[in-house]
């Protein structure tokens, strides 16, 4: 069992503040980034794209030196905050394809990649899983000329049964899924049973637990907040062995989002959502 990190969790630290939540404790950016994962003793990190200072050669080859220097299994996350819209966004295509290069860089085997977003969950999913299927034909096949694989994360937009309609829209081996649990859960799925479903189909995850908001609005997709992995609500360990039990050898990677008032920063959460992953790692040995 790979534990790894996304660099999500940190995003309120890489400047990407959120209007109810005060200032983060401190900046990052992503050389900090890898090396707090390094210090955390991780397996390997997930890398958001919207949080890379540059792409050019020389600055992706320090970010590599640190990769490999923590022996960390890199994973590329292109399509923060809403991909390709729905399918309404080509030019977000040719952005996803800019990334192939980041990948061989990084030596990343796979790209987490985003077709749509909470903002167009409300609106009819028939158009948009037609347009996503045809537009992720070309990268997928360029994915598998270069052997890299793309993972089309459950990003709170579509159910289970709707990515995996996408997944046979693409018809490709290297076109495959990342799976959120929490937002399985926020879209109305059985985090456990949709893991099961698609699990021959996940390349990539985000293990990411919940916990509803007293007060809150269940209309909001925030109403389902994050906490640190082992305080919330979706069952990690029954998650964790059906994908293992199918033979997914990838990454678990925490991911926080939008933070329980609870829990007052993203670092001590990550700690202990490490912590849980080990704990959980080592009693399954």
């Keep these: 069992m790979k534990i790894g990190i996304d660099s999500y969790c940190y995003h309120r630290y890489f400047g990407e503040d959120s ?3 005060n200032n983060p404790a401190g900046r ?8 707090r994962a390094i210090e955390l003793g991780v397996d390997g990190v997930s890398l958001e ?14 970010l590599k030196e640190i990769i490999d220097r923590g022996n ?4 590329v996350a292109w399509g923060h905050p809403r991909g390709l819209e729905g399918g309404r966004n080509p030019a977000a295509l040719e952005d996803l394809k800019v990334h192939f290069r980041t990948c061989r860089i990084l030596g990343a085997g796979i790209m987490r990649v985003v077709g749509s977003s909470h903002a167009y969950r409300h609106e009819p999913h028939g158009p948009q899983i037609e347009k996503l299927a045809r537009m992720f034909r070309e990268p997928a096949g360029m994915a598998e000329d270069q052997g890299i694989r793309l993972a089309l994360e459950n990003h709170l937009d579509f ?7 996408i997944l046979e829209g693409v018809s490709s081996d290297s076109f495959g899924m990342t799976f959120d649990t929490g937002n399985a859960l926020r879209i109305g799925d059985d985090p456990v049973s949709a893991a099961r479903k698609c699990a021959q189909r996940i390349f990539a995850t985000h293990i990411k637990d919940v916990a509803p908001l007293y007060g809150g609005d269940p209309r909001d997709w925030c109403f389902f907040a994050s906490v640190p992995v082992g305080r919330g609500i ?7 062995r059906t994908l293992k ?23 001590p959460s990550v ?11 080592d009693s399954s040995a």
């Design 234 to 240: 979706i069952d990690i360990p029954k998650v964790v």
């Design 245 to 267: 039990g199918a033979g997914y050898d990838g990454l678990f990677a925490i991911e926080l989002d939008c933070l329980h008032p609870d829990y007052k920063e993203e670092d």
């Design 28 to 35: 990052m950016d992503t050389g900090s980034f890898l090396r």
């Design 49 to 62: 794209t919207c949080y890379f200072e540059s792409l050019d050669e020389s600055y992706l080859k320090r």
């Design 19 to 21: 209007a109810d939540q």
């Design 159 to 165: 159910t289970a049964d709707e990515v995996l309609e």
């Design 271 to 281: 700690a202990e959502s490490v912590t849980y992953l080990r704990k959980l790692r």
């Design 72 to 75: 960390l299994e890199p994973v």
